[in-house]
C-alpha cells in the first residue's frame, strides 16, 4: 500500500537546538517534498527533490537544509532551531505531474521552545 | 500576497444539512486546482481534481465545479456525516508538470453536529 511515513510524529526542541525530521516513501515516486504547514497560512514549500542525490530549494528554504540519501529517504534538518520554525511539518511524494495527487504524511509537529 | 483564498474560514452544519465551500485564486496559470481533505492532526488526502474550463466532478457525496474565466471553484457536500468533519484546502497547480508550483489555500474549517 502506498505510503508516506514521518518521524517522530511530536518533537520538542530548544532555541538553538538541531533536529532532523525523517520521511520515507514506497510508492517509487521521484519527487519528495517538505512543507510546513502554519494557522492562517497555506502549505509552504521548504524544500523538495526529484531523486537521490538532488535537492531544489523552495519558497521557505531559510534556516532549513535538506538531504535526499535515497529514492525512499527525505530529511529536514534545522540546524540552529528558533522558536520561528515552530510548526506543523509535512512531506509529501508525487510523480511531479497533475494526473495523480501528491500522497501526504501525516505530519511532525515540531516545537522550539 | 496570498493567491488562492478560501471561505469561509469555519463552517458549522448540521449532520444531514448540505454545504458549499469556496475558493478564488489568482494562480496563472492555473493549470488544474484539486480539493483536499485534511482531518485533525492527519495528512492531507485528495478529493478531486478539476482541470478544464467549467470541469464539473463528482466523487460520492463530494462534487466541484471550476470556473477558470472567474479563477473561482466551489465544493459542494451532500447530507454531511460526522466524519465529514475535517480542514477541506483549495489547491492550485500552475503546471501541469514538475516543474510548477502547487499553491495551496488556507483551508475552510468544517464541524458537523448531530
Known amino acids: 500500500e502506498a505510503a508516506v511515513t514521518q518521524s517522530p510524529r511530536n518533537k520538542v526542541t530548544v532555541t538553538g537546538g538541531n533536529v532532523t525530521l525523517s520521511c520515507r516513501q514506497t510508492n517509487s515516486h521521484n519527487y519528495m517534498y517538505w512543507y510546513r504547514q502554519d494557522t492562517g497560512h497555506g502549505l509552504r514549500l521548504i524544500h523538495y527533490s526529484y531523486g537521490a542525490g538532488n535537492l531544489q530549494i523552495g519558497d521557505v528554504p531559510d534556516g532549513y537544509k535538506a538531504t535526499r540519501t535515497t529514492q525512499e529517504d527525505f530529511f529536514l534538518l534545522l540546524e540552529l532551531a528558533s522558536p520561528s520554525q515552530t510548526s506543523l511539518y509535512f512531506c509529501?511524494?508525487?510523480?511531479?505531474?497533475?494526473?495523480?495527487?501528491?500522497?501526504f504524511g501525516e505530519g511532525t509537529r515540531l516545537s522550539v521552545l | 500576497k496570498t493567491q488562492v483564498e478560501q471561505s469561509p474560514q469555519s463552517l458549522v452544519v448540521r449532520q444531514g444539512e448540505n454545504c458549499v465551500l469556496q475558493?478564488?485564486?489568482?494562480?496563472?496559470?492555473?493549470?488544474?486546482l484539486r480539493w483536499f481533505k485534511q482531518d485533525t492532526g492527519k495528512g492531507l488526502v485528495s478529493l478531486t481534481v478539476?482541470?478544464?474550463?467549467?470541469d464539473k466532478t463528482s466523487n460520492g457525496r463530494y462534487s466541484a465545479t471550476l470556473d477558470k474565466d472567474a479563477k473561482h471553484s466551489t465544493l459542494h457536500i451532500t447530507a454531511t456525516l460526522l466524519d465529514d468533519t475535517a480542514t477541506y484546502i483549495c489547491?492550485?497547480?500552475?503546471?501541469?508538470?514538475?516543474?510548477?508550483?502547487?499553491?495551496f489555500g488556507a483551508g475552510t474549517q468544517l464541524i458537523v453536529i448531530p
Open positions: 509529501a511524494s508525487s510523480w511531479g505531474d497533475n494526473n495523480q495527487a501528491p500522497l
Open positions: 478539476l482541470v478544464h474550463e467549467n
Open positions: 489547491v492550485v497547480g500552475d503546471r501541469g508538470s514538475a516543474l510548477g508550483r502547487l499553491h
Open positions: 475558493c478564488n485564486y489568482s494562480v496563472t496559470p492555473d493549470n488544474h
